[in-house]
């Protein structure tokens, strides 16, 4: 009986246990997860192309290097995390399809512009920053396939911070012109990387379930705090200013308070309405039809059969 399937499947959450592919779960944890692994699989996807724009344009040799680099890791990520979607029934292609067609969400900071050279700087340190507070989060979540995934990612992204980092402090070290570079790209990422966390727990829908399931084991205001005091002091020693007044560490609760975005503004940009979401759909459009020719041959060779039989 379902009560009784859903108690045991609740038992082996609660007792530490990860839940694989074959094992029986809720329709809503089904559900769930594809929606949440599916997204963030899009999030690298999407995420890959502002830093991609600036390839062509990165200072130095060693920078275009690690740049190529980073981009590449951040599609492979991408791969891997429709892999861990996959394990729960919905195809790959269809997921694409839904990417490409708007109906299926990818993370708001990758819908702002990458103006300048500190705004690939400060991604790299800040939003992978962010990535890997979340990250270390879920994955200590309960589906396994997501988890294994996320631990593959996370070491990747723990290189890309220091890359981030190091892009970072050359410029916070360099001329004024360089610092003053810097602070602006702060300035304009700050609201989007406090966005990145999702809404705050008061209106987000997804977290109840999500908790109970132990798919995300802090809320999105945890996460936030975590990120604040870990980032929020290594900021301040390079000597950039937070574009925050009411920025400042509550001791008695032992939290940083900071101004609420607008959460409007949000929901509008999630939406598909921030500065660069259609420029970015329309991008990854025309590389997927670039990309046909590919996936036809190998349809046609048999290939692609051989490929998902050896899977
Ligand atoms: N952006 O109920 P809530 C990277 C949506 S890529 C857009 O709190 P949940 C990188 C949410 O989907 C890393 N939408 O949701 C790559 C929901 O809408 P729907 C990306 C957001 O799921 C390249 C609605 O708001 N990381 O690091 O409980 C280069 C209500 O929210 C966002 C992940 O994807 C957002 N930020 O919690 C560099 C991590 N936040 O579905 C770097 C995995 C919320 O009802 N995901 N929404 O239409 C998660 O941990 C959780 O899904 C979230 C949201 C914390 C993001």
């Given at each position: 009986r ?54 062509p344009?990165?200072?130095?040799f ?31 292609e ?10 299926s ?31 270390t ?22 290189f ?6 190091d892009?970072?402090v ?30 705050p ?18 809320t ?73 020719w ?6 046609a ?9 050896a899977?």
């Amino acid at each position: 009986r379902y009560e009784e399937k859903l108690a045991e499947f609740e038992a082996r959450i609660a007792r530490g246990e990860k839940i694989e592919p074959d094992d029986w779960m809720p329709d809503e944890y089904r559900r769930q997860l594809i929606r949440l692994i599916q997204q963030h699989a899009n999030s690298e996807v999407i995420g890959a192309l502002p830093e991609g724009t600036w390839i062509p344009y990165a200072p130095t040799f060693k920078r275009k290097k690690a740049l190529v680099a980073k981009v590449q890791d951040e599609v492979g990520h991408g791969l891997m995390l429709y892999r861990a979607a996959e394990t729960l029934g919905k195809p790959r292609e269809e997921m694409i399809e839904e990417m490409l067609s708007g109906k299926s969400k990818w993370s708001l900071v990758f819908a702002y512009p990458a103006e300048t050279w500190a705004d690939v700087a400060i991604i790299a340190w800040l939003i992978d920053g962010g990535a890997i507070v979340n990250q270390t989060i879920m994955a200590t979540g309960s589906y396994a396939p997501y988890c294994r995934a996320l631990k593959r990612i996370i070491y990747e992204e723990s290189f890309h911070l220091k890359h981030g980092f190091d892009m970072v402090v050359t410029l916070a070290e360099g001329t004024k012109r360089q610092r003053d570079m810097l602070q602006d790209a702060l300035n304009r990422w700050w609201e989007p990387i406090i966005m990145f966390f999702g809404p705050p727990d008061t209106l987000s829908k997804h977290t109840p379930v999500l908790k109970r399931w132990g798919v995300k084991p802090k809320t999105n205001d945890e996460q936030r705090q975590i990120f604040l005091r870990k980032f929020v002091p290594q900021i301040l020693d390079l000597g950039l200013t937070i574009p925050d007044p009411n920025l400042r560490y509550d001791e008695e609760n032992d939290r940083w308070l900071y101004t609420e975005p607008d959460w409007d503004k949000f929901f509008d940009i999630i939406r598909g309405n921030g500065p660069m979401s259609k420029e970015r759909l329309a991008v990854r459009r025309l590389a997927h039809e670039e990309g046909r020719w590919v996936r036809e041959a190998l349809e046609a060779t048999g290939i692609a059969r051989q490929l998902r039989e050896a899977a």
